[in-house]
């Protein structure tokens, strides 16, 4: 026996790993052990969408006879190359490769400690429904599984490959519409985890979705799609929100969808669908156009999420939502003349009124501004909103933060303050996966985020003994300041943020 526990200690602290075998409903996967975690990596959750599967709903996995070894992240889908840009550096983006089609995988830690089957969080990347995978070094999932959860990150397909809609293509489906590939991949994945997951120590029942950016828009689709239902009990959302329009959100319905897509096909030189599924993976990822976002179906997403919430038709799950207060995701802002032109045309008589919220005396007070009202446009106002909606017309509880911590760089021109992103690797207890050089307040606001998260998740509730308390959001302007201080607090602009809603 203490032969045992020293060897597993010393495997926990050297790095090294030994096997760990699990029977899943298709065959047995071979992961790692690292003391007490177990880690399974490139899990197949589907066949690979390829060839005549390219543009069709995921398929189930065949069953496989041996041992199929999962130690290694499985490729990502199908993008252009991942370089840094603006404030991204490395650790925020995917591996360079491998990177392919062939991209339905999933990823599992757990902590074998605990034999109690436990609460399971399941993480879905962002990267604007355009690039993005599970094998960024700030979606590790060891950190927040030795904290009681077992953490799932997922892949979906994106661009064109996740959501191109055709004529032809809603014709060969079953359910009569095309595209929203990604979100099927997403809900196949749900599936397999409602199926197999207890195998890895986790709870089918008690499954929370957690996203961030298109990931936190995922799971707004998500709460609004029935094929969806019964697949998680709550949802964490960072920094997006399909309540209200948005940049991120096209408002497209099908027969504009298909349109996109024939006007795709015909660029490419692809007479018939044929022709489409015949063109290499570059040949699509290179040609322009065609849809590469959500939009409403009528099957996948017959509603929109206000009309969902109207008709009682939401999947009503517990939720925590919030944004940053550097939210933005542009670093090109017009002169001030220009701006209050644009925004005169945009909203009309609100926009005199806008200005006492954004204003523009100057170039250099109108690029603040609109860096302001970017962030509020595309985050702020519709996550707020969605809060809202739910305290009206859900049931379920909803907390809200906004995190606020200006997240320290190498010098004053390298810091970029609470930027996109920049909360991931706090609430997920992952700031070593990060070259910054973070300080003892930014360690103490990880463990502070991470506590709430892994608390939320277990029980619907972020609070918990020893952190500050998160108040409940009551419909009005309620919501937990995440920062150097991290306390209850009220939204400053909530005026601002309904008359961008209206």
């Known amino acids: 026996m203490k032969l045992t526990l020293v060897l597993s200690c010393f495997l926990a602290f050297s790095g090294l790993a030994q096997s760990v075998q699990i029977k899943t409903q298709k065959g047995i996967v071979e992961g790692e052990q690292f003391g007490s975690m177990h880690r399974f990596l490139?899990?197949?959750?589907?066949?690979?969408?390829?060839?005549?599967?390219?543009?069709?709903?995921?398929?189930?996995?065949?069953?496989?006879?041996?041992?199929?070894?999962?130690?290694?992240?499985?490729?990502?889908?199908?993008?252009?190359?991942?370089?840094?840009?603006?404030?991204?550096?490395?650790e925020y983006l995917i591996p360079k490769e491998p990177i392919s089609e062939d991209c339905l995988y999933l990823n599992i830690w757990n902590d074998s400690k605990e034999k109690a089957l436990k609460p399971v969080l399941v993480y879905i990347y962002g990267g604007g429904f355009r690039s993005g995978g599970a094998a960024c070094p700030i979606y590790d999932g060891a950190?927040?599984?030795?904290?009681?959860?077992?953490?799932?990150?997922?892949?979906?397909?994106?661009?064109?490959?996740?959501?191109?809609?055709?004529?032809?293509?809603?014709?060969?489906?079953?359910?009569?519409?095309?595209?929203?590939?990604?979100?099927?991949?997403?809900?196949?994945?749900?599936?397999?985890?409602?199926?197999?997951?207890?195998?890895?120590?986790?709870?089918?029942?008690?499954?929370?979705?957690?996203?961030?950016?298109?990931g936190a828009f995922a799971v707004n689709y998500l709460c609004a799609s029935p094929l969806a239902k019964g697949?998680?009990?709550?949802?964490?959302?960072?920094?997006?929100?399909?309540?209200?329009?948005?940049?991120?959100?096209?408002?497209?319905?099908?027969?504009?969808?298909?349109?996109?897509?024939?006007?795709?096909?015909?660029?490419?030189g692809a007479e018939n669908l044929e022709g489409l599924r015949a063109k290499s993976a570059n040949d699509i990822l290179n040609a322009p156009g065609g849809l590469s976002s959500p939009y409403l179906d009528g099957y996948v997403e017959p509603l929109n999420m206000m009309a969902a919430y109207r008709e009682n038709k939401v999947n009503d799950v517990d939720l925590l939502l919030g944004w940053n207060s550097e939210d933005v995701v542009s670093n090109r802002w017009l002169p001030a003349q220009e701006y209050q032109q644009n925004l005169s045309k945009k909203?009309?008589?609100?926009?005199?009124?806008?200005?006492?919220?954004?204003?523009?005396?100057?170039?250099?007070?109108?690029?603040?501004?609109?860096?302001?009202?970017?962030?509020?446009?595309?985050?702020?106002?519709?996550?707020?909103?969605?809060?809202?909606?739910?305290?009206?017309?859900?049931?379920?509880?909803?907390?809200?933060?906004?995190?606020?911590?200006?997240?320290?760089?190498?010098?004053?021109?390298?810091?970029?303050?609470?930027?996109?992103?920049?909360?991931?690797?706090?609430?997920?207890?992952?700031?070593?996966?990060?070259?910054?050089?973070?300080?003892?307040?930014?360690?103490q606001l990880a463990k502070y985020m991470s506590s709430y998260w892994v608390n939320f998740a277990k029980t619907g509730n972020p609070n918990g003994v020893g952190l500050p308390v998160w108040p409940r959001f009551q419909g009005d302007n309620a919501?937990?300041?995440l920062d150097v201080e991290t306390k209850a607090s009220t939204l400053k602009n909530v005026k601002a943020l309904e008359l961008i809603a209206q």
């Not at 196949?188 to 950016?213: E, H, M, R, Y």
């Open 42 to 90: 490139g899990i197949p959750f589907a066949q690979p969408p390829v060839g005549d599967l390219r543009w069709k709903a995921p398929q189930e996995m065949a069953a496989w006879k041996g041992v199929k070894v999962t130690k290694a992240y499985g490729p990502s889908p199908m993008q252009a190359e991942p370089k840094p840009f603006m404030v991204w550096s490395e």
């Open 347 to 443: 909203y009309g008589p609100k926009a005199t009124e806008l200005l006492g919220y954004y204003p523009a005396t100057n170039d250099a007070e109108a690029a603040i501004s609109q860096r302001n009202l970017s962030r509020d446009e595309t985050f702020g106002a519709g996550v707020f909103f969605w809060a809202k909606t739910q305290f009206t017309h859900g049931k379920s509880p909803v907390f809200l933060y906004n995190f606020n911590r200006q997240i320290p760089g190498d010098s004053p021109e390298t810091q970029n303050g609470a930027f996109h992103t920049g909360e991931v690797p706090y609430a997920y207890d992952n700031l070593a996966k990060v070259r910054r050089p973070y300080q003892a307040v930014d360690k």
């Open 143 to 214: 950190a927040t599984a030795s904290k009681g959860l077992v953490f799932v990150s997922i892949n979906y397909r994106v661009g064109t490959f996740g959501f191109l809609a055709h004529p032809e293509l809603s014709k060969e489906s079953s359910a009569g519409v095309s595209g929203n590939y990604g979100l099927l991949d997403m809900i196949a994945a749900l599936n397999w985890i409602k199926a197999n997951i207890a195998s890895f120590g986790g709870d089918p029942n008690q499954v929370t979705i957690a996203g961030q950016s298109a």
């Open 231 to 268: 697949l998680f009990k709550r949802a964490i959302a960072e920094s997006g929100s399909a309540v209200l329009s948005s940049p991120l959100r096209p408002a497209v319905n099908q027969v504009a969808a298909e349109s996109l897509g024939t006007m795709f096909a015909t660029k490419l």
């Open 479 to 481: 919501l937990m300041q």
